[in-house]
């Protein structure tokens, strides 16, 4: 096993990543600090692992709540059917919630951990590769609107993260190629030695090789807990973790909730981010070359949608966390390894990317 730490003073917190971490009852113990404990997950995920998790609490006093499965229903009404369970099971306020599950069970869970009476002890077991490697590490909670994706939601972080590698045998292939899309951004924002270990291997991660899994949890884990110590509420270089996501956030609200993956809209948006700096002269076609080619050998789709025109990606995109006074502000790169903090582009460039990317 191995032990990351995210640096935040008091509220720092370990990342343990490794095999059969579910299976180690003292591990999860060592985060619960009172006799009530809430675990929250899915109609998928609870049949496959929520008696191994109830395994390691016996002597706590659980409650179980399970939500339906898909984006569509990470809205603030299922959150409160958390809140529901916890009010009608007299939850104090030194309760812990355990969220199980892929990154939206993690957002919806640490959403309502930070509301129910203004923060209870949550701790996230990851079950998906995008959730090992991006959404439980950070603190970033949430839920969806109709009119914007995670527009409403809450920094906050929780007590631990359990990264159980072994749990992703029963991911589908599609869900371990949308959680590649988040391993390729940390390598394009900030890592290009990462970006060109991926370009190798990429085949390995696609057929599951143990080894090569632990390395890219683990490497992504590092990149993501360093942004997060050094800006943890975003106000500076935590932004560059938004790499295509404006582009991709627009694609999910626009196609309906859960049409596309989320990973799948962020390797589509990162695409094309990356023929706007091309176009902004910091990309070359080499490289734009070698970023759609990784995207799609991670058997990612790396076109956007033909239903969503320009006008109606400029209108979707004007809702976004990173705009100031109405300004669309997106993250593009400098290089392979070097993102740019947002930045304003004209509105007829960006027009160019979204009607002519990669139809040129
Ligand atoms: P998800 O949570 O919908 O999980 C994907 C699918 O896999 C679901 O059907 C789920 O039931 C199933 N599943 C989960 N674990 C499984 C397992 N071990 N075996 C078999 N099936 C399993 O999707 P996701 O890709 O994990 O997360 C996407 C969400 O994460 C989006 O809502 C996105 O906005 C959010 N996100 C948040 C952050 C953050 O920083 N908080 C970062 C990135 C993404
Ligand atoms: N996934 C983006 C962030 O955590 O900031």
Redesign the pocket.
């Known amino acids: 096993m191995k032990t990351l730490q995210v640096q935040l003073g008091e509220r720092s917190y370990p990342i343990y990543i490794g095999s059969g971490l579910l299976d180690q009852a003292g591990l999860l113990a060592q985060h619960i600090k009172s006799k009530q404990v809430l675990v929250v997950t899915?109609?998928?995920?609870a049949p496959?692992?929520l008696d191994k998790i109830l395994k390691n609490l016996a002597g706590y006093s659980v409650e179980t709540v399970i939500l339906p499965?898909?984006?569509q229903f990470?809205t603030l009404d299922f959150v409160n059917k958390i809140f529901d369970k916890l009010l009608s099971s007299k939850f104090s306020r030194n309760a812990t919630l355990i969220a199980l599950?892929?990154?939206?069970?993690?957002?919806m869970g640490?959403f309502a951990a930070a509301c129910y009476q203004r923060g209870i002890a949550f701790v996230q077991i990851?079950?998906?590769?995008?959730?090992q490697v991006?959404?439980?590490?950070?603190?970033?909670?949430?839920v969806?609107h109709p009119l914007g994706?995670?527009m409403i939601?809450a920094f906050y972080q929780p007590q631990a993260v359990l990264a159980d590698a072994d749990?992703?045998?029963?991911?589908?292939d599609r869900?371990l190629s949308?959680?590649l899309a988040?391993v390729i951004k940390y390598g394009l924002i900030s890592d290009v030695e990462f970006f060109e270990w991926l370009e190798l291997n990429i085949d390995a991660l696609l057929t599951r090789d143990k080894q090569a899994l632990a390395f890219a949890i683990e490497r992504s884990c590092i990149n993501k807990a360093q942004v997060v110590a050094e800006d943890e509420t975003e106000t500076g270089v935590r932004a560059t973790?938004n790499l295509g996501h404006t582009f991709g956030?627009a694609i999910?609200t626009g196609m309906g909730?859960?049409a596309y993956?989320?990973?799948e809209a962020?390797a589509i948006g990162t695409c094309q981010a990356a023929d706007l700096s091309r176009r902004k002269g910091w990309l070359n076609d080499n490289d734009v070359d070698r970023i759609i080619t990784l995207f799609k050998k991670a058997r990612l789709p790396v076109l956007p949608p033909e239903e969503l025109d320009a006008d109606r990606f400029i209108e979707l995109m004007a809702v976004d966390k990173k705009n100031v006074d109405g300004q669309i502000r997106l993250i593009l790169l400098k290089h392979i390894g070097e993102a740019t903090l947002p930045v304003s582009v004209p509105r007829e460039l960006l027009e160019l990317t979204l009607k002519h990317y990669a139809r040129e």
Do not use: F, R
């Not at 990851?126 to 959730?131: C, E, K, R, V, W």
């Open positions: 899915n109609e998928t995920i496959l692992y499965d898909g984006e990470k599950g892929g990154g939206v069970i993690g957002d640490g990851p079950t998906t590769l995008l959730a991006d959404s439980s590490v950070g603190g970033k909670t949430g969806n994706k995670n939601g749990v992703l045998d029963t991911l589908d869900q949308a959680g988040e973790l956030h999910e909730y859960g993956l989320h990973g962020v």
